[in-house]
């Protein structure tokens, strides 16, 4: 099975900042990848899918890139709704697994 | 419209069995695959099962031989049967239906499941 991790766990920014969160996936997965937003008792919601494609809708202070390994989710000045948990995945090969998430806190 | 709509979690004893359903509208659920991804209290979030369009399944190693995925085409559902529950099976059980083959795109709002 394919590993994800994430880094940071947790993070701490004010509005206006940038912040950019990364994830790593244990073997190649090519831009099968994606990133998800997830409020408190809420369904996550997709974000960006194929390593860089914003899903329509989603504001364009998202962004995403990366290839193979090593992918990176930035968002330039954060906004009050942007504070949840972030989630990566992989949709290379079954199973289609989620890194840890990233809990970006005010 | 696209919509997904979990039922059937509730409270269930280890070693008991429960059927999650997961009612679609708005697509056929032969034509994209629908997975299921569960997130225990407090916890991140969990890949479980997926069936494709073409019907073939797979599973999450914690949960092969103890869960099953299906589809009722008639009722455009999908199903998770659970079998030999355990207390670390204990979640929100999330379906959700893919974009473009590639990502979750659609989400129902889920289901608890309890075991204990």
């Known amino acids: 099975d394919i590993q994800m991790t994430q880094s940071p766990s947790s993070l701490s920014a004010s509005v206006g900042d940038s912040v950019t969160i990364t994830c790593r996936a244990s073997?190649?997965?090519?831009?099968?990848f994606n990133w998800y937003q997830q409020k408190p008792g809420k369904a996550p919601t997709l974000l960006i899918y194929?390593?860089?494609t914003l899903l329509s809708g989603v504001p364009s202070r998202f962004s995403g890139s990366g290839y193979g390994t090593e992918f990176s989710l930035t968002i330039t000045s954060l906004q009050p709704e942007d504070f949840a948990t972030y989630y990566c995945q992989q949709s290379y090969s079954t199973p289609y697994t989620f890194g840890p998430g990233t809990k970006l806190e005010i | 419209e696209v919509q997904l709509v979990e039922s059937g979690g509730g409270l269930v004893q280890p070693g008991g069995s429960l059927r999650v359903s997961c009612a679609a509208s708005?697509?056929?659920?032969?034509?994209?695959?629908v997975s299921w991804v569960r997130q225990a209290p407090g916890k991140g979030l969990d890949w479980v099962s997926v069936?494709?369009?073409?019907?073939?399944?797979y599973y999450a190693d914690s949960v092969k031989g103890r869960f099953t995925i299906s589809r009722d085409t008639s009722k455009n559902t999908v199903y998770l049967q659970m079998n030999n529950l355990r207390a670390e099976d204990t979640a929100v059980y999330f379906c959700?239906?893919?974009?473009?083959?590639?990502?979750?795109?659609?989400w129902g709002q889920g289901t608890l499941v309890t075991v204990s």
């Open positions: 069936i494709f369009s073409g019907g073939s399944t």
């Open positions: 194929s390593a860089a």
């Open positions: 708005g697509f056929n659920v032969r034509s994209n695959y």
């Open positions: 959700a239906r893919d974009i473009y083959d590639t990502a979750y795109g659609y």
């Open positions: 073997q190649n997965v090519g831009s099968f």
